[in-house]
């Protein structure tokens, strides 16, 4: 007995690796998500996924949180240009909906300490 998502059937992922386009809904589904991928970046991501609307709805719960220290933040923005969400405003809107917790924030600050990673 196998398990599959239930989204799996139209998953654009699954038909874009896979090359197996099964069904007539799932053909259109990988259509609108390259066409809409060519005009805005991560549109299916943000606008059409529903495991990024789950995802949103369990960031305001989540225990885990990225935090900036502001005394040590030079505000150099390197977090904006390698944020792969692209939320705009970062310091000041760290708490933003649409991180998905990827953590590049950390990776990216130069100055020790100033982004950390907290549970609680």
């Known amino acids: ?41 991560r549109f299916w991501c943000k606008y059409l996924c529903p495991l990024g609307a789950m995802l949103v709805v369990f960031n305001k719960i989540s225990p885990l949180r990225v935090v900036i220290d502001r005394d040590r933040c030079t505000y ?24 998905v917790r990827c953590l590049e924030c950390l990776e990216t600050c130069v100055v020790p300490d100033a982004v950390t990673l907290r549970l609680g």
């Open 1 to 41: 007995m196998s398990v599959c998502p239930p989204l799996h059937d139209i998953c654009p992922a699954r038909a874009l690796v896979s090359f197996q386009l099964t069904t007539p809904i799932l053909a259109s589904v990988l259509l609108v998500f390259i066409v809409t991928s060519l005009l805005v970046k």
């Open 76 to 99: 150099c923005n390197r977090y904006q240009a390698e944020c792969p969400v692209g939320i705009p405003g970062i310091p000041e809107n760290i708490r933003s909906a649409e991180c």
